[in-house]
T-cell receptor
């Protein structure tokens, strides 16, 4: 067990709605990264948070936003949901500042937009 | 920018046979290289990683990979597969540095046949 937990595990939303996904990082980890994995594809990097600050962002529109809290847990918020946002959203935690650390992934949240 | 190409989307192989899953990458800077495995309805688990040093890297579950800088490849191998190895395998790269932002390939579905 990696210690990274995500909630909820499954979610169905209607186009145009907003959604919040949550991630609790592994104990001692201060960095959280979010990835979107569409069906049949590899994960794509959305953004990363390090000590509560955004520390890099992939090619996703501003309606994808995030937060990291003092306990290093994190939220991913998506506004104005589109059908193409249907995917598995993965959270990964790691110990930032050290190049050779491993990123541990949670089991993901399956989001379906109808 | 960096990219990863996994040359085979599906690889069927009989139990106890050897297998090689191919991965090529492109990057303008030096990178770290990873292989992850994803079982159905689960997150990603790290199999092995190349950071520096010996180009032959051994990982969990009997897998190994060889980094070839001249061919920009990082192929994954196992001398004898088991039914339980059936899963999706992802090759990934990240630039060197503490901010571990992974770029993934599109994945290879390994199916081990009895």
């Amino acid at each position: 067990e990696t210690g990274v937990t995500q909630s909820p595990t499954h979610l169905i939303k209607t186009r145009g709605q907003q959604v919040t996904l949550r991630c609790s990082s592994q104990s001692g980890h201060n960095t959280v990264s979010w990835y979107q994995q569409a069906l049949g594809q590899g994960p794509q990097f959305i953004f990363q948070y390090y000590r509560e600050e955004e520390n890099g962002r992939g090619n996703f529109p501003p309606r994808f936003s995030g937060l990291q809290f003092p306990n290093y847990s994190s939220e991913l918020n998506v506004n104005a949901l589109e059908l193409d946002d249907s995917a598995l959203y993965l959270c990964a935690s790691s110990l930032g500042g050290q190049a050779n650390t491993e990123a541990f992934f949670g089991q993901g949240t399956r989001l379906t937009v109808v | 920018a960096q990219s990863v190409t996994q040359l085979d989307s599906q690889v069927p192989v009989f139990e106890e046979a050897p297998v090689e899953l191919r991965c090529n990458y492109s990057s303008s800077v030096s990178v770290y290289l990873f292989w992850y495995v994803q079982y159905p309805n689960q997150g990603l688990q790290l199999l092995l990683k190349y950071l520096s040093g010996s180009t032959l890297v051994k990982g969990i579950n009997g897998f190994e990979a060889e980094f070839n800088k001249s061919q920009t490849s990082f192929h994954l191998r196992k001398p004898s597969v088991h039914i339980s190895d059936t899963a999706e395998y992802f090759c990934a790269v990240s630039h060197r540095g503490p901010a571990r932002q992974l770029t993934f390939g599109s994945g290879t579905q390994l199916t081990v046949l009895p």
